[in-house]
Structures are given as C-alpha cells and as structure tokens.
C-alpha cells in the first residue's frame, strides 16, 4: 500500500497535472506515479484550480508555523537532532523527543507536524522522480555497423607503464574489433579520450547509426534524478548517431564489450612490457587487425569477423577529422535537448548547476526547486519555479561546436602545429590526431 503523507517534489505534482489533462484518473495516476490517491486528488484540484501557481507546496502553517504551538526549544531540538542525524525520518525525531527524560509527560508534536516543520525550514530530503534521458529505443540491430558497444575496461597494471585503462569498441552484429585506445596514469578516461577513441573508430570504419553507453559521469550527470547530457553525450547527437544506455548492468547487458576487454588484454598487452604509450597503442593496432582478418571467431562460425560479415568493412556513412565541423549538426543536438525537462535547487544565491555549467538568477530566486527546459529556436534555458512566478531564460552555456570537439577543434585552428616534449597525454591525444589527419 503506497503511504499517505509523503513528500511530493515538484515533478511529480507536473505529473498529475499533465496526467489528468491527458485524461487519465486519479486511480490510473497514483498507480503510474506511485503516489497514494489522496495525495494525487489534492494536487489535480489544485492544479483545476489555480493551474501551474496551485502546485506550490504549502506545508506548514502560514500565521505561525508549523510547531508555532510549541516552545522555541522544541523547534531548536528537532533542527539539532536533523543537522546531527540527516537520516532520521519525522518519526524517528518524535520517538527521541519523547524518550527524553526532560520531556516526560509532556506533549510531542505529531510525526506530520514534525514532518511540516521540517519541510518549511527545508530540512527535508528533496524526493525527485527520476527521469530518463531521451534515448534510442533498445532493438535488436541487423546489419554492421547498426550499433556499437563502447565501454573503458577497469585499470590495469601493464609492465613498464603502471596504471592503464583502455577503452574498447565493437560492432554488434559483425564482431569487428572497432578501436582501443589506452588511456595511463589516471582511475577513469575522460572525455577528450573517449573522443579519440571514436574517432579513430570513425576514420577506419565510419559512422555507426548508434551506440551504447554504459552510466558512467562522463556521458551525462548522473548524480541527480533527472540527468543532464554532457559533451560526448552531445557530440554523438550532433553527428547523427544515436545513443543508448544499458539499462541492466554486465553481463546481463554489454556482454560483447566485456568479452572484447578480454580478448583484447591477452592478445595486446598481458605479460609484455612497453617502454611508452605509443608502444602500446602500436601493440593494440596490430592485435585488432589480426582478430578483424585472422582469428577464428566462435560467435560467427570460426570465421575472422571481416571474413564472415565482408560488408563491416566501413558502414557507408563516411567521416573524416578535416570534416567533423560540417557534419556536426547542432540543430540535431537542439531539438534532442528540447525533448529533455530538469529539476534543480537553487543555491542561498540563486545558483544551480546543470551539465557541469554554473547559472545565476539573483537572490529572488534563492533556495527555489526549479524545472527547467530549453528553447531550440533561442538556445536558451527556461527556468520555472514551483511557486508560479514568471519564467527567467539563461542562454545555455558550454554549447558551441567548439565546445563539442574540444581538442579536434584546437588542433584544426592550428596552421602548424609542434607538439612539447616530454608528452603529456593532452598531447599524445593531439598527436594521434595529427597522424590520423596526414594519413588521410
């Protein structure tokens, strides 16, 4: 039986207004959103009412308060048990105050009394329905090239060079060996790695028509309920390729990525010592090469992949790194960001965050549960507060071509281009860039 009384953020009470517009009941509401029927008739009368401005929360008693009845020591206990313990709910607070000694036959406020309280000094735990990205539908695909499966194998200790990760591509259908790109001396790639990786996959074979992602940070903000797309994310967007995230995690999904990571471990790097990262990535060409044209694939019959599926040779949808700045199409990534909605709080200063990008909206809009959308025709982001007060737009920050390429984009700028020794892996990066480029 879903609780009566709990806490409904500001997405879930859009929810049932746009729910019960579409028709659906207050019964077919509760049930969908997880909320009790009582709770979803308070809000859809609200929302009859007074539109967007009714769904405000109103917890707490406006004249006084919600414990106005109470002693100020009560209201100061109850802030110092929660400050002290955040995880303790409205009722564990009423059993601690009631245990007390001091407090031995003496009134306790109610759990939904303390409850309210909490909510009004904005000490709750903000409850936010999670939403999805805006993805691909999950399809089994057909040809090569359909779908790729990428993914950064765990840290490895690799003689002569410590601490290396390496990021794998596969093709699904064919089993190609798309590209491995090594990435030393730090826990997780980022994401100038991730797109040399691509690249190097792109050069060789073409585009794909979509890839799947594991959830790691680096393709979107996956520390709040409702997630923002970041660069790489964005950056596949624009160049017209799908992007999907497993929704369970290995080897349930991803199971050919991780079967790559092994393969590509025992044939490229296990009990072989490397002097530098180049030696390394030379070791990484050469062992796919052989996988894609030699090696008996057991998936696909004992045949080499490039053997069984001839046609993985390059997907048909050509790319070149002289011309990643025509082919990436904003346009595309501004009608995929129009489809999204986010939820965030505003800082004492009326800031929040969104896609690692900082915005402020002034001291009015201090401490606000937003919703946020974006405009594709202006590139702005429109921020809505709870309480119904007029909409505020920001222009979207860190959303320019530039910005998406990154590195690539440096390096294209450049008229001659001399890299610094020793190398760094900025500049080994920039490096196997400018090859790529001479080997076109």
């Avoid at 709770?39 to 009368?45: A, G, I, S, Y």
Wanted: charged share 20%.
């Amino acid at each position: 039986m879903v609780p009566r009384g709990r806490v409904t953020s500001l997405a879930e009470r859009i929810a049932i207004g746009e729910r019960w517009t579409a028709g659906q009941t207050d019964p077919e509401i509760a049930a969908a959103l997880s909320l009790s029927v009582w709770t979803v008739r308070k809000w859809r009368r609200r929302y009859q009412q007074a539109g967007r401005a009714g769904l405000a929360s109103r917890l707490g008693r406006p004249p006084t308060g919600a414990l106005g009845q109470f002693p100020p020591e009560i209201r100061d206990t109850i802030r110092a048990m929660r400050a002290k313990h955040p995880g303790w709910g409205p009722l564990t607070i009423r059993t601690e105050l009631a245990g007390r000694p001091y407090r031995a036959g003496q009134r306790s406020p109610s759990r939904s009394r303390i409850a309210a309280y909490l909510q009004q000094e904005h000490l709750t735990r903000q409850y936010e329905r999670h939403s999805e990205l805006p993805q691909a539908s999950a399809e089994d695909p057909q040809q090569a090239h359909e779908e790729w499966e990428m993914d950064a194998q765990g840290v490895v200790q690799v003689a002569g060079l410590g601490s290396v990760a390496v990021i794998n591509i596969t093709d699904l259908v064919s089993r190609v060996k798309v590209a491995s790109w090594p990435v030393l001396h730090v826990s997780r790639p980022s994401t100038p790695d991730y797109q040399v990786a691509l690249r190097q996959g792109f050069g060789q074979y073409g585009l794909p028509q979509r890839i799947t992602l594991d959830h790691d940070s680096v393709f979107y903000d996956n520390t709040s309920a409702s997630p923002f797309p970041l660069p790489v994310h964005l950056w596949l967007i624009g160049l017209g390729i799908e992007v999907r995230f497993i929704t369970q995690p290995p080897p349930a999904a991803h199971s050919v990525i991780e079967r790559t990571h092994q393969t590509v471990a025992h044939q490229a790097f296990q009990g072989q010592v490397f002097t530098d990262g180049a030696a390394l990535q030379d070791s990484l060409t050469a062992r796919l090469e052989f996988l894609n044209t030699q090696f008996p694939s057991r998936a696909l019959g004992g045949q080499p992949p490039l053997v069984a599926h001839p046609e993985a040779r390059h997907s048909g949808r050509p790319y070149r790194l002289e011309w990643e700045a025509a082919l990436l199409d904003m346009q595309r990534v501004y009608d995929y960001l129009a489809q999204g909605r986010w939820f965030r709080r505003t800082s004492g200063a009326g800031q929040f965050s969104l896609g690692g990008q900082r915005y402020g909206l002034g001291r009015a809009w201090a401490d606000h549960m937003l919703e946020i959308t974006f405009d594709p025709q202006t590139s702005e982001l429109i921020c809505r507060a709870e309480d119904g007060q007029p909409e505020i737009r920001r222009p979207i920050a860190g959303l320019t071509k530039s910005d998406l390429m990154g590195e690539l984009d440096f390096l294209m700028a450049q008229p001659a281009y001399q890299l610094a020794l020793p190398f760094s892996p900025a500049a080994w990066r920039e490096m196997m860039l400018a090859n790529r480029l001479v080997a076109q």
